[in-house]
Every structure is written in structure tokens, then in C-alpha cells.
């Protein structure tokens, strides 16, 4: 502090300044310098506070993900490497049989009775083969179907405390918004307050450097409400985790 006064004092316009303004300037400098700093410190401290909790609640969502993920993950992957192969093994069959059902069609179409007899006979032998293939399908995917339902019926508990950390991000996200536009205010008036004092201007100082603190209670009170909102995340975090399946 006593720098600053020194440096305001020494500077080549200090003494074109009237008297009065001058010490009105100096005192309301003087004055406003143990709050600035203290709040400068504490505003610090907040947001390394906020900092740490949310990379704290960043690990645990993803923690929280990745053992739903795991629910039910093996049986859901042997369940779809089979039904993918089943697949697979009939699409020719079940292929040609549609196909042989088109050409029909457009045989009938045609009037072309006699090709239409023809591919239908064709149709009528695959049509067995053809019936348990699609029987064969539909057996896998309706298992593979109902492990992932069984694994969403597991997973909706915790899925459903997770369900308001998104709105939850989207006001933080918001919020941070607001908060980077309120610190390059401050900064900007930073730049001015020491700008101010190197031409030994005491009333730009003061101006500036009350700009500053009033930024800083704005960041403060943002500060305070982005982490009342990750706590809100810790808690969602922490009743999902004891949802989470067995």
C-alpha cells in the first residue's frame, strides 16, 4: 500500500492534481485496500474450492458411467455376437426367399402367369427353411433385446439421481459464461488501476480499482452459486452410487 501511495506521490502529474481531490482519491484508496486484498484472497480460495470439487465430481460421473456401462456388458455382448452371426449365417436365404416374392409380384403384374407359377414353386420349398431362419433371427434378437432391458431396469435407479446433473451442467455452463465476462471487467479494470497509478493518477485509481472490487463481489456471489450447483452434482453423485446394481 504504502508503494502505491509512494508510487502515486512521485509520479510527474501528482502534484497538478487539486489538493482535495487529491486526498479524497489517496483515502478512498487507503480505505478500500485491506478489503480488496482480503477479498481478493478469499475470492481465490473459492474458487480453488470450486475447482477441486468439480474435478472431484467429474471423476465420480464418470466412475458412476462406467459401471453402468459394465451392467449386464457380458451377457449383452455374447448376446449380440450371436445374434449378428444368425443373422449373418441366413441373410442369403432369407434373401433370396423376399427376392423370389418380389419377382412374383411383378410376374403377377405382368400377367405373366406361368413365370409367377414357377418362382412361387421355388418360394414354396424355401418357404420352411425360410421360416425357422427368421425363427432362428427373431430367438436372438428377443434375447439380446431382453438383456438390455434387464440391464436399463437395473441401471434406472441410479440413472433417474443422475437425471439432474444435466440441467445442473447447463446452468453452470451458463453461469460461467456470465462469470468470464464479469472477470474480464475486472481484469480490464486492473489494467487501468495500475496503468493509473504509473501516470499518478489518484481519481482514475480509485475509480478503477473500486470497478475491480465490485467486480470481484460479483464473482464472488457467482462463485458461491457454481458451487452450491456442484454440491448439488456431489449429491445427486453419491445417491446414484448407492443405486448403482449389485
Not at 92 to 112: C, D, H, M, V, W
Not at 130 to 151: G, I
Not at 182 to 203: C, H, M
Request: hydrophobic share 45%; proline share 2%.
Amino acid at each position: 500500500m504504502l508503494l502505491v501511495l509512494l508510487s502515486l506521490w512521485m509520479a510527474p502529474g501528482a502534484r497538478a492534481m487539486a489538493a482535495s481531490e487529491w486526498d479524497t482519491a489517496l483515502d478512498e484508496i487507503h480505505n478500500l485496500y485491506t478489503d480488496y486484498t482480503s477479498l481478493q484472497t478469499t475470492l481465490k480460495s473459492e474458487l480453488q474450492r470450486n475447482q477441486t470439487l468439480r474435478k472431484q465430481n467429474s471423476v465420480a460421473l464418470a466412475a458412476v458411467n462406467k459401471q453402468l456401462q459394465a451392467t449386464n456388458a457380458a451377457q449383452i455382448s455374447k448376446l449380440r455376437a450371436t445374434a449378428e452371426s444368425v443373422q449373418k449365417k441366413h441373410a442369403p436365404l432369407l434373401e433370396q426367399y423376399t427376392s423370389l416374392g418380389k419377382q412374383i409380384t411383378a410376374a403377377r403384374k405382368a400377367s405373366n402367369l406361368k413365370n409367377a407359377t414357377l418362382l412361387e414353386l421355388k418360394r414354396n420349398k424355401l418357404k420352411p427353411a425360410a421360416t425357422a431362419a427368421r425363427a432362428e433371427v427373431k430367438s436372438a434378437a428377443s434375447a439380446l433385446a431382453a438383456a438390455r432391458a434387464e440391464a436399463a431396469a437395473k441401471n434406472k435407479p441410479a440413472k433417474t439421481a443422475l437425471a439432474p446433473i444435466v440441467q445442473l451442467k447447463k446452468q453452470i455452463a451458463a453461469q460461467n459464461k456470465l462469470f468470464a465476462a464479469a472477470q474480464a471487467e475486472r481484469s480490464d479494470a486492473d489494467k487501468r488501476y495500475k496503468a493509473a497509478v504509473q501516470a499518478g493518477d489518484a481519481a482514475k485509481a480509485a475509480t478503477a480499482m473500486k470497478q475491480s472490487y465490485n467486480r470481484m463481489v460479483e464473482l464472488r456471489a457467482m462463485a458461491g452459486q457454481l458451487y452450491s450447483w456442484e454440491q448439488q452434482i456431489s449429491t445427486a453423485l453419491r445417491s446414484a452410487e448407492q443405486k448403482l446394481p449389485k
